[in-house]
């Protein structure tokens, strides 16, 4: 089950907050208007749609919503919680036969676990069993990848389309130099669609790819664990040494934080 991820939306308010603390000290409160210009809003952004438009098919475009708000996601996964339900698995496999498994799984709300302990129920070999595992962490990647790529483009878009904004900003100015009223909202034009640009992709576009990025690697390791559990389960591997081949993905740390709630656990049972 996916739970907000706070750091997202507390990272973007800091660095909002910085930039209207960095006005207010230097123009006062009344300066904050001086940096909102529509025109330069409908440049940057307008440009960054069509840049999108023109690189990605349809549906990948309208598929970013989804993408945007997994960033504002997480999902808690747990690798020693993960390390209890193989040894769990383990016990039984080695008590009642892998087919016993079967039963077992039907509660289990992972369908990566599930997969793989059934490809186990079914006699394949752990290299065959690795194998196909490891297609679907490939697959999984690539869709991720194409989900991300949309705001890492965006990220580059951003900047340069702030650009011509700038561009089309000095243009104006310097056609209308004897207008000296026309020079404000020109230059205004020129510097804030910069802003803009460099806002978008410094402090969404691309931290939001960064995110995704790294939830993807975690999704992937917890996923690798995984493979690396069925393996022993259906290698038939004593649950101890199972638990210790398990135990080498987590920290030094987290093993020993483990081993005390284990032990707290079992004091309490007695």
Not at 56 to 67: D, E, Q, R
Not at 85 to 92: A, D, G, M, N, Y
Not at 179 to 203: E, F, K, Q, R, V
Request: some cysteine; overall charge negative; proline content about 4%.
């Amino acid at each position: 089950m996916r739970k907000l991820d706070s750091l997202t939306p507390i990272g973007l308010v800091i660095g909002v907050c910085m930039i209207i603390f960095g006005v207010v000290s230097t123009g006062g409160w009344s300066g904050i208007s001086s940096f909102f210009d529509p025109a330069s809003v409908f440049i940057v952004i307008g440009g960054v749609i069509a840049g999108l438009l023109v690189s990605f098919p349809f549906k990948g475009i309208a598929h970013v919503f989804t993408v945007i708000k997994q960033g504002f996601t997480h999902q808690e996964r747990s690798i020693h919680h993960l390390i209890q339900t193989f040894v769990k698995l383990s016990e039984r496999a080695r008590r009642e036969g892998l087919l016993s498994l079967e039963m077992e799984i039907g509660n289990e709300s992972d369908p990566f676990i599930r997969k793989g302990i059934l490809l186990a129920v079914d006699g394949m070999e752990p290299q065959m069993i690795n194998d196909i595992m490891d297609a679907d962490i490939i697959a999984m990647e690539e869709r991720h990848r194409k989900g991300r790529v949309i705001l890492e483009k965006a990220g580059e878009y951003a900047p340069s389309w702030g650009m011509i904004g700038t561009l089309i900003g000095l243009v104006l100015m310097l056609k209308n130099l004897e207008d000296p009223s026309s020079l404000g909202p020109s230059m205004a034009i020129a510097l804030l669609t910069t802003l803009y640009g460099s806002l978008l992709a410094n402090l969404f576009f691309i931290p939001l790819a960064a995110k995704l990025e790294t939830q993807t690697e975690e999704e992937v390791f917890y996923k690798q664990v995984i493979i690396e559990g069925v393996i022993g389960v259906q290698s038939g591997q004593n649950p101890s040494i199972l638990r210790q081949k398990l135990s080498a993905f987590i920290s030094d740390k987290e093993r020993k934080e483990a081993e005390e709630m284990e032990d707290e656990a079992l004091n309490n049972e007695a």
